[in-house]
């Protein structure tokens, strides 16, 4: 049995993008064991891993919450990530070292497993000489001499005047733009006794990781020439089927609508952006396909739909739920309109379907151009899309038919990848490395913090 520590922030789609991987160790009866906050506790449990809560004091988090929902003053753009960066994956390193220590000391893993931006762990693993495997939970983050710098948006370019723009906007986002962040992140790893990567934060977890793995595929992800060795492709993480969901009255309009020869457009905000003002997207998405001959089947994510919108005012081809599994409704659809989370994406190209994406915010700037990169999808380049822009957007995506081949293209190559059942082959290949020379007695007993 191997022993694993699993690290995630708070982050919602962060945890849901490592539970696949987890469950899959669980099932094989590997002893899981899963560090993050509170909130999280029932998702973690329910994959068979021991659960280890965060206990740490941030000025915007209690672990009970999601951390990035907490946040306040986002903005979405280069300064809205320059502020995530330094207030939820830099600054709080040392408490989290702090709080990990007695944790590691106890539980000795044979290997950790962490998401690309929790670094706190991936420097311990190097001081204390754990293997390391790192899941990147959105688009490729790292420098390349064939890409613009990650939260640019710039599409990728290989040409002897696109490197040389690539090189320039990364000598101006290491010098200038991130020179504060990287700085903050060297002092941390200095104090801590650990030598700092020799590289752009950006590329630290790809620099510390034994084996990184990219939860996309490479029709979805940049062409980068200078890909490094230790990179490997295992497709998207996504939730299994719905056995046990019961679904709402008006499910039979959506058959009712494919057999009329209706679009069926689902429209969402995201779970990383519904606390914020849902005229971001989904207010706007819903009035400007209100007159349209479609059915619109909206998701809030959790805001209760009768605060969004209630019913007496909504359009008679709106369909408004808190949340429909994207599994049980993606084989549906004709259409997704979206902020951009790289979860909803990557399920709805799973499906064939195409995309009109819209958001800034966070990742999502650079999700949305790798799907209009990918021709799968039209990207509005806003965080405020007009009523006009997303019609004019949706009935783009509509009506050119290689929308739609390119999105079913992607379908057929999401199939090749087995997604969390390769993540956890990799992940054990890599603990036997240190089982072998270093052999683990078993635990008698769980971490006094975990809770089965």
Not at 309 to 320: G, K
């Amino acid at each position: 049995m191997t022993r694993i520590l699993i690290t995630t922030l708070p982050i919602e789609g962060h945890v849901r993008t490592i539970l696949p991987i987890a469950t899959r160790l669980s099932e094989e009866e590997h002893d899981v064991i899963w560090y993050t906050g509170r909130k999280f506790q029932p998702l973690v449990t329910r994959t068979g891993a021991r659960f280890i809560p965060i206990n740490i004091n941030l000025d915007f988090d209690d672990s009970n919450v999601d951390v990035l929902h907490a946040m306040k003053d986002k903005k979405p753009g280069l300064n809205g990530l320059k502020k995530i960066i330094s207030e939820l994956f830099i600054s709080p390193v040392p408490q989290y070292v702090k709080d990990l220590t007695p944790i590691m000391d106890d539980l000795d893993p044979d290997v950790i497993v962490a998401e690309q931006v929790f670094i706190a762990s991936s420097m311990m693993a190097v001081e204390r000489g754990i293997p390391k495997v790192i899941i990147s939970t959105g688009p490729l983050s790292t420098t390349s001499i064939d890409t613009a710098p990650f939260g640019t948006g710039l599409p990728p370019s290989s040409s002897r005047a696109g490197r040389l723009r690539n090189r320039a906007l990364a000598w101006f986002t290491v010098h200038a733009l991130f020179r504060s962040q990287q700085r903050m992140a060297i002092k941390i790893a200095n104090d801590m006794g650990v030598a700092a990567p020799p590289v752009f934060l950006n590329d630290w977890s790809l620099y510390l990781a034994d084996r990184y793995l990219l939860t996309t595929i490479p029709e979805l992800e940049y062409p980068r020439s200078d890909m490094p060795e230790n990179v490997e492709f295992v497709g998207p993480m996504l939730p299994r089927r719905m056995t046990d969901w019961a679904a709402p009255a008006w499910w039979a309009d959506i058959a009712e609508a494919r057999r009329a020869g209706r679009p069926v457009v689902v429209v969402t905000q995201g779970t990383a952006a519904n606390s914020n003002d849902l005229s971001c997207l989904l207010l706007p998405a819903t009035a400007a396909l209100a007159d349209q001959d479609m059915l619109v089947i909206a998701t809030t994510c959790g805001a209760d739909p009768d605060d969004v919108m209630p019913a007496a005012a909504r359009p008679a081809n709106l369909r408004l739920e808190a949340w429909v599994p994207f599994t049980e409704l993606m084989p549906l659809a004709d259409l997704l309109v979206t902020n951009g989370g790289i979860g909803g994406v990557q399920t709805a190209l799973t499906w064939g379907v195409p995309l009109v994406v819209a958001g800034m915010s966070e990742d999502k700037m650079e999700t949305n151009a790798r799907v209009a990169w990918s021709g799968a999808g039209l990207s509005l380049k806003t965080h405020h899309p007009s009523v006009a822009k997303i019609r004019a957007g949706v009935h783009s995506v509509l009506t050119d038919d290689s929308y739609r081949t390119r999105a079913r293209e992607l379908m057929v190559a999401y199939a090749r990848y087995s997604g969390a059942p390769r993540a956890a082959e990799i992940v054990l290949e890599v603990a036997r490395g240190r089982t072998a020379a270093h052999p683990q007695p078993e635990a008698e007993d769980a971490h006094p913090a975990a809770s089965a």
